[in-house]
């Protein structure tokens, strides 16, 4: 998801990812590979710690019957990214192209299923997750200054819009700023780890008071779920072994190395909430950050951590918003009835149309949050069906693959071929199972919209595929 991954390497990324049927208005940058060994693992840890891992962790912690099993998932979390990675590290490897996900689904099964998964990333997907990304930062400015009962939503709208217009513009983080906010959110994170092992709480009542859960699939399913966002971004990161100075062959150290190091930071710092509120005070958190500070520091550790988060949340949305629109703008290139989307304007320098659609409909989905559950759980709801859906398809693509075109030179091989795969198709099935029979009414509206999508391509099959 979502998600969707956060940091000032999404641009570029983006930039790969879009379809490889441009025009010269944008131009694809073509650089020799250039990245160290320790280069690619500092940018894919960056790419998948994100704002999520302020917010997901009570989620999780709701789902958990004992801190065993709310450890636990996390580290389940990291073995399923790993195994999911070393599969698209094959296929990125195999078959590069600017295209991504895109481009695998579309040769190992044609370009209607592709249009398909075009058509989940704006309505679904990338929009469901800049949705996620506003709710997450509302949630934390609603503790700095609460304005209701719908102030998360209030804040999420706003944020989300103004962002946008910024794209609009044509304004974009530099760099260095982009860098700055990353910097931060990796302060916040070093602070919470700090304060929650080494500082007492002020309130010792709040530790170590445990839900009363039952241990069930349904429960530790929906657990999963939610960790598995807050580790997505691995996807993404495989796309850099073309760029590796010592070849694509070293992917597999980069990427074992990597997730562990992305699952100890998330252990370490779930045990630091953990130590301070107690898996009932995570469970009944809308901010874990801001209430462990509050717990130890006080109203100053509050401000603190609220504002350093917010813009963490700021950072990831600012960069959600900027590789959708152009995956928007792919689509339209690619797509004739969609060909309003694939108008770039050269003096904003900017897909201005795929933003505004973009934002019309993250904007529509924060209001749907609204008035559902809780904003943020209603659109990890949405979007965890179609996600786990088309990463199932990706992986069985792989062996698809390997059956359709065994002579394709593929300088990364996946380990234990067929294990690996299989393990990856098989999480994924049970994942998309659990997001369609645990979640709420959300990931209804999103199977829907994906059934639309489906409808819309037989019905204007003729002018949907005209592009060639």
């Given at each position: ?119 989940a990333r704006i309505m ?51 760099t260095g700023l982009q ?10 994170i070093f602070i919470i ?276």
């Amino acid at each position: 998801m979502q998600e969707n991954s956060t940091n000032s390497l999404n641009g570029s990324i983006a930039n790969r990812n879009l379809s490889s049927e441009q025009n010269e208005t944008y131009p694809l940058e073509v650089s020799k590979p250039a990245l160290r060994l320790i280069d690619a693992i500092v940018l894919i840890i960056g790419i998948v710690i994100g704002a999520g891992i302020f917010r997901t962790p009570s989620v999780v912690a709701a789902n958990s019957p004992n801190w065993f099993w709310f450890v636990g998932v996390w580290v389940m979390g990291g073995l399923v990214s790993l195994i999911g990675a070393l599969c698209y590290s094959e296929l990125s490897s195999a078959f590069p192209s600017a295209g991504g996900d895109y481009h695998f689904l579309k040769t190992a099964f044609g370009k209607g299923f592709s249009f398909l998964f075009a058509w989940a990333r704006i309505m679904v997907i990338q929009t469901g997750s800049i949705a996620l990304l506003a709710y997450i930062a509302g949630d934390y400015m609603s503790q700095l200054f609460s304005l209701g009962e719908y102030s998360a939503s209030f804040y999420a709208i706003v944020v989300m819009a103004i962002l946008t217009l910024i794209n609009i513009l044509g304004i974009q983080f530099g760099t260095g700023l982009q860098k700055l906010l990353t910097a931060l959110q990796f302060i916040g994170i070093f602070i919470i780890i700090a304060v929650g092992f080494f500082v007492e709480p002020n309130t010792p009542a709040a530790v170590s008071q445990e839900p009363m859960l039952s241990s069930s699939f349904s429960t530790l399913s929906l657990a999963l779920i939610f960790v598995l966002l807050t580790f997505g971004g691995w996807n993404e990161a495989a796309y850099i072994s073309s760029e590796l100075k010592t070849g694509s062959k070293n992917m597999a150290f980069v990427l074992v190395i990597s997730i562990l190091i992305i699952t100890l930071a998330y252990v370490l710092i779930n045990m630091a909430f953990l130590n301070v509120l107690g898996l009932q005070g995570m469970a009944a958190s809308d901010a874990v950050g801001v209430d462990m500070m509050r717990t130890t520091l006080g109203e100053k550790g509050v401000v603190l951590i609220g504002t350093l988060v917010s813009l963490s949340a700021l950072t990831s949305l600012n960069t959600t918003i900027f590789t959708g629109a152009r995956s928007n703008y792919a689509l339209g290139k690619d797509f004739s009835l969609f060909s309003f989307l694939g108008k770039w304007n050269g003096q904003k320098s900017a897909p201005v149309n795929s933003l505004i659609l973009q934002g019309i409909i993250a904007t529509l989905l924060i209001i749907f949050g609204a008035f559902t559950r809780n904003g943020f759980e209603s659109m990890v709801d949405f979007t965890a069906p179609v996600f786990w859906f088309f990463f199932l398809c990706t992986g069985i693509g792989l062996i698809v693959l390997r059956v359709k075109m065994p002579d394709t030179p593929r300088p990364f091989k996946v380990p234990l071929y067929p294990i690996t795969p299989v393990l990856f198709i098989g999480f994924c099935a049970y994942l998309l199972y659990s997001s369609l029979s645990y979640t709420g009414k959300g990931a209804l509206l999103g199977v829907v919209l994906l059934l639309i999508g489906l409808v819309f391509y037989l019905l204007f099959k003729n002018k949907v595929s005209k592009k060639k």
